[in-house]
DNA sequence: ACTCCTAAAGAGTTTTTTATCCAGTTTACG
DNA sequence: CGTAAACTGGATAAAAAACTCTTTAGGAGT
């Protein structure tokens, strides 16, 4: 039912980073500390984002991470195609290897019109979408309450 | 987008015991070899369902699983709640802990739609309904092609 | 040039999941 | 009875995922 917890993490963080100012890189460490993650690993995370072309990373004073120029666009299928790896979209829910019209699972049938509006959901939400509506106030990408917000 | 090994396990012995004629214990080494899943792991499985009392089991000669009496109606829902245990259907997407409509993650509205297909697709389908389907000759439940099946 | 602040990189640790092993108990059947 | 066949339960091991630490390198300000 769910992403693995680096997906998770790796979603939240470009929300995030969606949400700031662009140009202006966001260091890390906020970042960890605003979703309350452990930022040794979440670091890791970025770096591979970074590899994979979204974001951009700076050193050094007034460093940081950005979303590369246009990744605004970026949907959360194209970010879980990279953490979550190639075969994302083929997964079979009992878990064969080979799962298609032709050599099918007995829940094939029933399970793919539901894959589909998960895929749907997932290509048609861009990381812009998702910012401006937290930037509205009325969501949140942690379980921190937002009275307890680092500012 | 998928389900841990053990539940992946889990359904396919289910589905595969309630393809056997009732009454008849099922040996564990028969199912992981018609699985092709690891003969040890998958007993511990088993014995699990036992536990929570969806398979009867016997020991000694002649001994093995059965599906319990009246549980052919069993649910996959039912069974995912055991093995992946009972928040499977309250999780969110992001990983949030509480995700309500009062303190929603920016995914939640579009999300819950397809979460509820998936949450009724799970309740709807039993295992006697996906016996039948298997025994239509039709579906598959392991990797293994027909051919190499064993008798 | 120097220093501080940042990410990068790689190795290492911990935790969880998946998988194995083995000694113990139960049962059928000869 | 005795033996082989089957599950049971506990311990263990291996693999994967999640997380940490330490060192290195690069950029900005003085």
């Not at 195609?81 to 079979?92: A, I, N, R, V």
Request: proline share 6%; net charge positive; charged share 20%.
């Amino acid at each position: 039912m769910v992403l693995s917890r680096t997906s998770q993490y790796a979603v939240q963080a470009l929300i995030y980073i969606a949400t700031q100012p662009p140009g202006e890189p966001v260091l890390n460490r906020d970042i960890a500390e605003r979703l309350s993650v452990p930022a040794a690993y979440l670091a890791k995370i970025l770096q591979n984002l970074c590899k994979h072309g979204i974001l951009d990373s700076f050193r050094g004073r007034l460093g940081g991470f950005c979303l590369r120029e246009g990744m605004h666009k970026t949907t959360l299928m194209q970010v879980l195609l990279l953490t979550e790896g190639p075969d994302f979209t083929k997964s079979c829910i009992l878990g064969l290897k080979e799962c298609s019209d032709a050599t099918a699972c007995p829940l094939h049938a029933k399970w793919i019109p539901v894959k589909k509006k998960i895929i749907s959901l997932l290509t048609d939400m861009s990381l812009e979408d998702l910012a401006k509506a937290v930037l509205t106030g009325k969501y949140r990408l942690s379980d921190l309450p937002v009275s307890l917000l680092p500012a």
